[in-house]
Structures are given as structure tokens and as C-alpha cells.
């Protein structure tokens, strides 16, 4: 019975030390090992995973490629670029609360860097592909038959909206993130102490 009773005091004080040490290293590997500077170990969290790849899609018929092109591939570009707009304006506030020193420029450099670098050419290699997906489509529609180009009469309409799609990533989604990532570096700029660069 004392066995029992204590094995019960066993578990009841080692499964909330052990939920404990699981959440602790959770949140560790979540936000990074903070030490004094904390302020500045940040772990960048941006990534995209697989499906958002830029790729046309497949389609057997002409409305087909139209719907994926304005329906899926469309708001997958749109989505992106908003997450990173998103992540951009978090990243901006933190920077704005660390003190002066709280990051250095070699710090700040390589964040921008990976930022101007890959994230940014890489969306703006998207909205390429995008524009070369339209060009395809056209293609696969002037290379129909009749029968099959007489079941979407609007097609030139509804390929001119596609095109407004493209121009919006590039205008309305894209070229904003720019000034986002000049405002970063303005503000990290502003809290690095350069007598000691």
C-alpha cells in the first residue's frame, strides 16, 4: 500500500517536471537561445513550404487553366507576399523596441541581405512565373480546336483579367514589400551603435 501511495507521489511530482522541461525546450527551439542580448537572437521563421513551389499547374481544357491560373495559383503568390508583408511589420516593431546597441550592423546586414536576396527574388521570380503561365495558356488556347475555343467565347476577357492579376502582384503586393524592407533598415540603423563598429 506504501508502495502504491508512494508511486502515485512519484508521478505527481515527475509528469508536470517533465512537461516542464518539454515546454521549456519548446520554446527554446521556438525563439531561440536568449542570453543577454536577447534583443537581437531572433530566429528568422520565414519559409514556404512546398506547395506554395511557383509552378503553372496541369489542366486538360481552356476554362480549366483560367481557374487555376485566377483561382489557386493567383492567391497562393497572394498569400505569400501577404505572410511576408506581415512578418516584415512585426519585424519592423521589434527592432523599434530594442534599446540603442541592440543590434549590430553586420546583424542587421544579414538579415537584409537574405531578405533583398532570397525571399525577394524569389517572389518576384513568382509573379515571372505567373506572366509566363498567362503566355501558356494563350498558347494552349490558340492551339485548340474550334469546338474546344467555342466553349469559353469571353477567353480574351477573362485572359486581360489575368493579366490585371499579374499587375496587382507586382504593383499592390510586391513593390510595397521594397519600402517595408527599406523601413527595417532604417530603423535597425537607427539602434545600432556605430562608435563601436
Same mark, same amino acid.
Given at each position: 500500500?506504501?508502495?502504491?501511495?508512494?508511486?502515485?507521489?512519484?508521478?505527481?511530482?515527475?509528469?508536470?517536471?517533465?512537461?516542464?522541461?518539454?515546454?521549456?525546450?519548446?520554446?527554446?527551439?521556438?525563439?531561440?537561445?536568449?542570453?543577454?542580448?536577447?534583443?537581437?537572437?531572433?530566429?528568422?521563421?520565414?519559409?514556404?513550404?512546398?506547395?506554395?513551389?511557383?509552378?503553372?499547374?496541369?489542366? @486538360?481544357?481552356?476554362?480549366?487553366? =483560367?481557374?487555376? $491560373?485566377? !483561382?489557386?495559383? %493567383?492567391?497562393? *503568390?497572394?498569400?505569400?507576399?501577404? #505572410?511576408?508583408? @506581415?512578418?516584415?511589420?512585426?519585424? =519592423?516593431?521589434? $527592432?523599434? !523596441?530594442?534599446? %540603442?546597441?541592440? *543590434?549590430?550592423?553586420?546583424?542587421? #546586414?544579414?538579415?537584409?541581405?537574405?531578405?533583398?536576396?532570397?525571399?525577394?527574388?524569389?517572389?518576384?521570380?513568382?509573379?515571372?512565373?505567373?506572366?509566363?503561365?498567362?503566355?501558356?495558356?494563350?498558347?494552349?488556347?490558340?492551339?485548340?480546336?474550334?469546338?474546344?475555343?467555342?466553349?469559353?467565347?469571353?477567353?480574351?476577357?477573362?485572359?486581360?483579367?489575368?493579366?490585371?492579376?499579374?499587375?496587382?502582384?507586382?504593383?499592390?503586393?510586391?513593390?510595397?514589400?521594397?519600402?517595408?524592407?527599406?523601413?527595417?533598415?532604417?530603423?535597425?540603423?537607427?539602434?545600432?551603435?556605430?562608435?563601436?563598429?
Amino acid at each position: 500500500m506504501r508502495k502504491a501511495i508512494r508511486k502515485n507521489r512519484i508521478k505527481k511530482i515527475v509528469i508536470p517536471a517533465v512537461v516542464l522541461i518539454i515546454s521549456a525546450f519548446l520554446i527554446n527551439a521556438g525563439y531561440g537561445l536568449w542570453s543577454s542580448r536577447a534583443e537581437v537572437r531572433f530566429r528568422l521563421t520565414i519559409w514556404w513550404p512546398a506547395d506554395y513551389e511557383c509552378v503553372c499547374g496541369t489542366y @486538360a481544357a481552356i476554362q480549366e487553366g =483560367i481557374i487555376l $491560373l485566377r !483561382d489557386h495559383q %493567383y492567391n497562393k *503568390i497572394r498569400g505569400r507576399t501577404e #505572410a511576408f508583408d @506581415a512578418y516584415l511589420r512585426d519585424r =519592423i516593431q521589434e $527592432l523599434g !523596441d530594442l534599446p %540603442y546597441g541592440g *543590434i549590430t550592423f553586420n546583424e542587421l #546586414a544579414q538579415e537584409l541581405s537574405y531578405y533583398r536576396s532570397v525571399l525577394m527574388a524569389n517572389l518576384r521570380g513568382c509573379v515571372d512565373q505567373y506572366a509566363e503561365c498567362i503566355n501558356g495558356l494563350t498558347g494552349f488556347y490558340n492551339n485548340s480546336s474550334q469546338q474546344e475555343k467555342n466553349e469559353v467565347p469571353d477567353f480574351w476577357d477573362q485572359q486581360r483579367h489575368l493579366w490585371d492579376l499579374q499587375q496587382d502582384l507586382w504593383k499592390n503586393r510586391v513593390d510595397p514589400l521594397y519600402d517595408l524592407i527599406n523601413e527595417l533598415e532604417s530603423v535597425g540603423q537607427s539602434k545600432i551603435n556605430w562608435d563601436n563598429e
